[in-house]
């Protein structure tokens, strides 16, 4: 029984996968820049203020009006902004980007893991992190596409606010790394390889 144990854990050795520095590197880069994009859209959501135009701040949680004499006045109503279908356009914006930081917090755990506990499952868990960290790209992405249309008639480039840009740069950088975390998962493990696993 013993014989078959250390058999077994040799053989478990000889299948444990060896990564050069370099690829260690290039993965502990992916997992902290996915993490700076999921944190990045957790503020901007949280936040939600995307777009000031004409003395209107249009957000995912209110809608507010700015004047001089008496500052911000924010609504939850969003009706009250006048702009057709805003009130539901905005329940789905911000569900999608709800979902997408879900999302994205579950890739970024099997990234992780995938690197602290190194198995012969490691590259498959880091494959489906990737994956999700594309569908939360979309959910994103879509979420901000959907912001835009509903107030297409009041967008200007220099409107956008500092969060609308946040989420944005996170839409990137979760595209980013998701496509290089595949594509170096692809490099250095070939897939017909995981199959023969």
């Known amino acids: 029984m013993t014989a078959i144990a250390v058999q ?3 053989l478990l050795g000889q299948w444990r996968p060896h990564r050069s520095f370099f690829e260690s590197f290039i993965r502990t880069l992916i997992i902290v820049c996915t993490a700076l ?3 990045l859209s957790s503020i901007s959501i949280c936040d ?3 777009l000031l ?9 209110h809608f507010c009006t700015i004047s001089n004499q008496t500052g911000p006045h924010c609504l939850r109503d969003l009706s009250q ?11 789905l914006a911000r569900s999608m980007g709800a979902l997408a930081v879900v999302a994205a917090i579950f890739g970024l755990e099997l ?10 499952h490691s590259r498959r868990k880091w494959a489906l992190g990737c994956v999700l960290l594309l569908v939360s ?5 879509a979420g901000l596409l959907s912001f835009v249309i509903l107030l297409r008639n009041q967008v200007t480039l220099t409107g956008f606010t500092l969060m609308f840009w946040c989420q944005f740069t996170a839409s990137f950088l979760l595209f980013l790394n998701a496509m290089s975390g595949l594509h170096v998962n692809s490099i250095c493990q070939p897939w ?5 696993y």
Do not use: I, K, N, T
């Open 192 to 196: 017909g390889q995981l199959r023969e």
């Open 137 to 141: 790209f979309v959910l994103s992405s």
């Open 81 to 91: 902004a006048h702009v057709p279908g805003l009130a539901v356009g905005m329940v």
């Open 53 to 61: 135009a004409e003395g209107r701040l249009f957000g995912l949680w």
């Open 48 to 50: 939600g203020h995307w």
């Open 37 to 39: 994009a999921m944190v």
């Open 111 to 120: 990234l992780m893991v995938s690197q602290v506990c190194e198995d012969l």
């Open 8 to 10: 077994a854990q040799r």
